[in-house]
């Protein structure tokens, strides 16, 4: 493995730690790459060493990767010479945001043994403030305009579970129907509004609207 060393302590969110998606393992899988995160932001272990770590074959590796990753927990970024891949590097999300990955690039280490990032409300050890996870109209709609859907269908997704606040603006998600916790809207939106039906529609000219 490379000289990248855990700390001391590591991080499991509720995002993650209450993920039904995740299996037990991914979640332990996701602490150790905050351990290791802690200097610069991010992991750049092998497969190869969390295969011997944990005790698993690297393909269950790279599956947990892939899970941590389709979640929206963690960001994957592959550094290339030429068509290379000379250092992978995991980066852990703290924030319920799967495009807002931790910015730190410094970090600050637990036992004080790092400078601490200018940024600090950024930094990866930085865990105690709580965001609100709902988004404003503006938000869900340009998101759905980026991926190509239609203005009217973001609406409609925000006016669906935005009802679930209005009795109660405290809340820190939304919810659906059956009263559950919608952690991640964005990947709600991917997984039930973004359909053919509500795609943004393109007329003979190739003009889209909606």
Same mark, same amino acid.
């Given at each position: 493995?490379?000289?990248?060393? !855990?700390?001391?302590?590591? *991080?499991?969110?509720?995002?993650?730690?209450?993920?039904?998606?995740?299996?037990?393992?991914?979640?332990?899988?996701?602490?150790?790459?905050?351990?290791? %995160?802690?200097?610069?932001?991010?992991?750049?272990?092998?497969?190869?060493?969390?295969?011997?770590?944990?005790?698993?074959?690297?393909?269950?590796?790279?599956?947990? *990767?892939?899970?941590?990753?389709?979640?929206?927990?963690?960001? *994957?970024?592959?550094?290339?010479?030429?068509?290379? @891949? *000379?250092?992978?590097?995991?980066?852990?999300?703290?924030?319920?945001?799967?495009?807002?990955?931790?910015?730190?690039?410094?970090?600050?280490?637990?036992?004080?043994?790092? !400078?601490?990032?200018?940024?600090?409300?950024?930094?990866?050890?930085?865990?105690?403030?709580?965001?609100?996870?709902?988004?404003?109209?503006?938000?869900?709609?340009?998101?759905?305009?980026?991926?190509?859907?239609?203005?009217?269908?973001? @609406?409609?997704?925000?006016?669906?579970?935005?009802?679930?606040?209005?009795?109660? !603006?405290?809340?820190?998600?939304?919810?659906? %129907?059956?009263?559950?916790?919608?952690?991640?809207?964005?990947?709600?939106?991917? %997984?039930?509004?973004?359909?053919?039906?509500?795609?943004?529609?393109?007329?003979?000219?190739? @003009?889209?609207?909606?």
């Amino acid at each position: 493995m490379s000289d990248q060393k !855990p700390s001391f302590y590591a *991080v499991i969110p509720s995002t993650v730690r209450y993920d039904e998606r995740l299996s037990s393992s991914e979640k332990l899988f996701y602490a150790e790459i905050t351990a290791m %995160s802690n200097k610069y932001g991010y992991c750049f272990a092998s497969n190869a060493y969390f295969s011997k770590l944990f005790g698993v074959s690297k393909n269950t590796v790279t599956r947990w *990767v892939g899970g941590l990753k389709d979640a929206g927990h963690i960001r *994957v970024n592959n550094i290339r010479d030429g068509k290379q @891949i *000379v250092e992978r590097r995991l980066y852990p999300i703290l924030n319920n945001d799967d495009t807002h990955p931790q910015k730190c690039s410094e970090g600050t280490n637990i036992n004080g043994d790092n !400078p601490t990032h200018k940024n600090g409300e950024d930094n990866i050890i930085n865990i105690n403030t709580t965001s609100n996870n709902i988004p404003d109209r503006d938000e869900v709609i340009s998101y759905f305009n980026e991926n190509g859907y239609s203005r009217e269908s973001a @609406i409609e997704m925000y006016n669906y579970y935005n009802t679930s606040v209005e009795d109660n !603006p405290n809340l820190q998600y939304w919810r659906d %129907s059956r009263g559950n916790m919608v952690k991640n809207w964005k990947m709600k939106a991917r %997984s039930v509004w973004f359909k053919d039906e509500n795609k943004k529609k393109t007329t003979s000219s190739g @003009i889209q609207w909606g």
